[in-house]
């Protein structure tokens, strides 16, 4: 039986540099197959090539074949590749905003694309993409068919951009990254809508992601990709139980090492460093006098004791940032007050007294933004230094090798740039230069989110090996329960601007009162890789990831 | 390193671009003519020869002679030193006027910028050219007045410019980290702004380099600009434009190298704009996922 979808010795070069190598994969009719990888993994462009949409500084190897029903795709060319798109594969992208057309309205956009692949009267068309907008569980559709895509929430919005592939009935719809720019109670709506989907019209689905868990929560068989190469290819049961190849192993020990416990409670006995908040409330005002203000936070309370962790989630725009923010003194509470360093800090007086300089520190989400890239790395380590007047000379260099150090570098980086160095690397010299001012509140505003899986596990074990040196209390504020849940000892809930629950982390993970932290738990369990398969582990077969430091020096080489 | 790198991709409109290079040689071909022609050529600029009113271009006087007997090709040289000084002088005093009166007012704070850009949108919505000619009619005719009033008619460019990126640059997280340290705005200024503004004002300085010459050129047109004898070429257009029919050479000769020179200018002026656009890089920054409030 010949396949749906046969991808057979695929490579790929972007400006002579090979970034997809040899790949094979087949997917048959009705099947998903979910390929997992991290960035810069070749795993979209495989995507764009089965689509022929590949970048024009691409070219694709004339060994490579794309066989589409039959078809070998490589070999059309664009007039006859239109009339493929979309009508036997369609795509849904990771940001559905930047997907459609922010001028024209859904249903419009909808029809737009039903009647480029079927000669259908304008009403026809109209009410196929109604039905459309009903089959992806899009409430009211006839309302919505007249909305602009602002109008819409971030999953309605996927869910209209799922509706648009589905426009011409495809055999095969690929979605690259589909839910990750998605919150996730909303990721879990959209996995089990493509769920329904591909079982009601026996669809395949080519499903994208670099979340382990979110696409053995979907998928049947999975391919990892790493560096443009297929790396391990199997069902889904099978690699997450028995994984072949180390990189696969790697990449879920890493997931099961993250969310795993840590040492946590005070490093030391540390007497400084408490935080407490009370009926905070942070407004951004409107730009002019007609717009309306925004209540960002309100009335929030939160105690970090000396030396410990508090975890902070709830989905994005719930006022998480916004209560970083006025920790770290870039927002003006409005209301209430926040009491450390023993120091009050409201309305009135929110600025930094001189003499506690650098004692509370912040490390951004993206550590790209985080840097200044027209200045060398010890240019950027010396700002905290300089702020608490600490050493100079010798000394003040010596103490920035020391951190680096700490931080798991060497010195060569003093001299660097950021644009030479990779978002780990990079958030580990974000991490430094919060540390340099050797702070006794720290901070963290999603700082992994941005960074591979593996990546993120090395900044979170950091992170907490240099919170039990040092003792620092920490703000860990994230939008992954598991990941917050592991590093905190107690988590806050936030959801629009307040705060709902708070507790143990084992208290809200196992025992959530509150309705909203019960369905964020719900939906972090639904993509959760399976715990009880580790169980299943020869321990010797993990023998050289488990331990720190082999782990370290294999990811440092990819 | 960065030969490897150039020699790699397929560049559109890269320095290989025929226009470009053209554009290129050029300029150099007038910065050499206004330097060294003065030397080779035999006939003084300002000199009058009735006799030889007129005269087409020839083995004598190789571009002809202007309505007074006057070399054109001695008064291109010696308009050339003058129009590169105006082109560079008044991008110079633009630069320093624009990004200076900018930048001061945004690093005090409070409503300060507010009103500076206030005035600055009032100069603006002014035509450059009626800003040119109030303020040479208040400062008197002479170099150094032409110079300084086209410069200060492009100023409030450059206070833009200096705004979009203190603005930008204000909403990084390296600006958050250091504000988070208790730094103020002068700090942020010279450490952070500072570095990363330089590009974008001299690509500004660029484009409005052939701007500063085509205004000069116009205000001696008026017959507004330096001295009445100062060859410039705008004024060898405007004298010789009146008998354009009899003595075509005298007119072509001006307009066909302020034409020139000023798409040239532009053309380098938007490769540079290119090169160093900033939007370019940013797009290798975004950050792997949407970001949460």
Same mark, same amino acid.
């Given at each position: 039986m010949t396949h749906l979808l046969e991808i057979s010795n695929l490579s790929i070069d972007i400006n002579g540099a090979r970034v997809v190598e040899a790949l094979s994969l087949a997917i048959d009719k009705g099947e998903c197959l979910g390929i997992v990888g991290e960035s810069g993994s070749g795993k979209s462009l495989t995507a764009l090539a089965v689509l022929g949409l590949l970048p024009l500084a691409a070219s694709v190897d004339a060994a490579s074949a794309i066989r589409l029903v039959g078809t070998d795709i490589t070999r059309l060319d664009d007039a006859a590749m239109r009339r493929f798109r979309g009508a036997r594969v369609g795509i849904v992208f990771q940001d559905p905003m930047s997907c459609l057309n922010p001028f024209m309205k859904v249903g419009a956009q909808i029809v737009e694309a039903i009647r480029t692949h079927k000669p259908v009267s304008g009403a026809d068309a109209r009410r196929q993409a109604q039905n459309l907008l009903r089959e992806v569980g899009i409430r009211d559709p006839e309302r919505r068919f007249g909305a602009f895509p602002h109008e819409l929430s971030g999953g309605q919005q996927q869910r209209v951009m799922i509706a648009m592939a589905l426009s011409a009935d495809p055999a095969l719809l690929i979605a690259d990254e589909p839910t990750t720019a998605l919150d996730a109670t909303v990721q879990h709506q959209i996995l089990t809508l493509l769920k329904r989907l591909r079982a009601q019209r026996g669809m395949a689905l080519m499903f994208i992601s670099h979340d382990l868990g979110v696409v053995a929560s979907i998928a049947e068989r999975v391919a990892v990709m790493r560096h443009g190469r297929l790396v391990e290819s199997g069902p889904v049961h099978d690699i997450l139980a028995a994984p072949r190849h180390p990189y696969t192993r790697a990449l879920i020990a890493a997931r099961r090492r993250m969310v795993g416990g840590?040492?946590?409670?005070?490093?030391?006995?540390?007497?400084?460093?408490?935080?407490? $908040?009370?009926?905070?409330?942070?407004?951004?005002?409107?730009?002019?006098?007609?717009?309306?203000?925004?209540?960002?936070?309100? @009335?929030? @309370?939160? $105690?970090?004791?000396?030396? =410990?962790?508090?975890?902070?989630?709830?989905?994005?725009? #719930?006022?998480?940032?916004?209560?970083?923010?006025?920790?770290?003194?870039?927002?003006?509470?409005?209301?209430?007050?926040?009491?450390?360093?023993?120091?009050?800090?409201?309305?009135? #007086?929110?600025?930094? &007294?001189?003499?506690?300089?650098?004692?509370?520190?912040?490390?951004?989400? *993206? &550590?790209?933004?985080?840097? *200044?890239?027209?200045?060398?790395?010890?240019?950027?380590?010396?700002? %905290?230094? *300089?702020?608490?007047?600490? &050493?100079?000379? =010798?000394?003040? $260099?010596?103490?920035?090798? =020391?951190?680096?150090?700490?931080?798991?570098? @060497?010195?060569?980086?003093?001299?660097?740039? &950021?644009?030479?160095?990779?978002?780990?690397?990079?958030?580990?010299?974000?991490?430094?230069?919060?540390?340099? #001012?050797? %702070?006794?509140?720290?901070?963290?505003?999603?700082?992994?989110?941005?960074?591979?899986?593996?990546?993120?596990? =090395?900044?979170?074990?950091?992170?907490?090996?240099?919170?039990?040196?040092r003792g620092f209390s920490m703000l860990f504020i994230g939008h992954d329960l598991d990941v917050v849940a592991a590093v905190s000892d107690h988590i806050a809930v936030m959801h629009e601007g307040r705060i709902i629950e708070t507790g143990t982390a084992a208290d809200i993970i196992e025992r959530p009162t509150n309705s909203y932290t019960r369905r964020l738990i719900d939906a972090m369990d639904a993509v959760r890789l399976p715990q009880d398969l580790s169980d299943d582990f020869h321990p010797g077969l993990l023998g050289h990831i488990e331990t720190g430091v082999g782990a370290t020096s294999f990811f440092a080489a990819g | 390193m960065l030969s490897v790198q150039k020699t790699g991709a397929p560049r559109m409109g890269g320095v290989r671009n025929p226009v470009v290079v053209l554009s290129a040689g050029f300029v150099i071909f007038i910065v050499v003519a206004a330097l060294v022609g003065p030397l080779l050529i035999a006939h003084d600029p300002l000199h009058q020869n009735l006799m030889t009113r007129n005269a087409a271009p020839g083995a004598d006087f190789w571009l002809g002679t202007d309505n007074l007997g006057r070399d054109v090709l001695a008064r291109l040289i010696a308009g050339a030193q003058f129009t590169l000084l105006v082109g560079l002088g008044g991008a110079l005093i633009a630069f320093v006027a624009g990004a200076g009166i900018g930048l001061s007012a945004l690093a005090i704070g409070g409503p300060v910028p507010h009103v500076v850009f206030g005035v600055v949108d009032l100069v603006r919505v002014l035509p450059g050219l009626l800003i040119v000619l109030l303020l040479i009619a208040s400062l008197g005719p002479g170099t150094g007045p032409v110079l300084f009033a086209v410069g200060l008619s492009f100023a409030p460019q450059f206070a833009y410019v200096s705004r979009a990126v203190w603005v930008r640059e204000m909403q990084s997280d390296y600006v958050a980290s250091a504000r988070t340290l208790g730094y103020g705005r002068i700090y942020i200024l010279s450490r952070h702004i500072a570095p990363n503004i330089a590009g974008a004002l001299v690509t500004q300085a660029a484009i409005i380099l052939p701007r500063c010459i085509v205004t000069e050129s116009v205000v001696s047109f008026l017959g507004l600009g330096a001295s009445p004898d100062a060859p410039t070429w705008g004024r060898m257009i405007s004298d010789a434009a009146r008998l354009a029919e009899r003595a075509p050479h005298a007119v072509l000769a001006p307009l066909i190298a302020l034409v020139v020179l000023t798409f040239s200018l532009s053309m380098l002026g938007d490769r540079l704009r290119v090169r160093l656009d900033p939007l370019r890089r940013a797009s290798a920054t975004t950050p792997l996922r949407k970001t949460m409030i």
């Open positions: 840590r040492t946590k409670g005070a490093g030391q006995a540390a007497t400084t460093g408490g935080v407490v $908040v009370e009926g905070l409330r942070i407004v951004y005002r409107a730009k002019h006098s007609l717009g309306r203000s925004f209540v960002a936070v309100d @009335d929030v @309370d939160l $105690v970090i004791e000396p030396g =410990q962790v508090m975890g902070l989630v709830g989905e994005s725009g #719930s006022g998480k940032s916004s209560i970083a923010r006025a920790l770290a003194g870039l927002a003006r509470p409005d209301k209430g007050r926040i009491a450390m360093l023993g120091q009050e800090f409201t309305r009135q #007086s929110w600025q930094i &007294p001189r003499h506690l300089r650098g004692k509370r520190q912040i490390v951004f989400q *993206n &550590p790209t933004g985080a840097l *200044n890239p027209r200045l060398p790395i010890s240019t950027q380590l010396a700002e %905290p230094l *300089n702020a608490i007047h600490g &050493p100079t000379g =010798q000394e003040r $260099v010596d103490r920035m090798i =020391q951190l680096l150090a700490e931080v798991g570098l @060497d010195e060569s980086y003093l001299d660097r740039y &950021p644009h030479e160095m990779s978002g780990g690397q990079k958030q580990r010299i974000c991490i430094a230069r919060a540390l340099l #001012s050797d %702070p006794d509140v720290l901070i963290c505003d999603e700082v992994v989110s941005s960074l591979d899986v593996t990546t993120q596990l =090395q900044v979170l074990d950091l992170l907490a090996s240099l919170r039990a040196k | -």
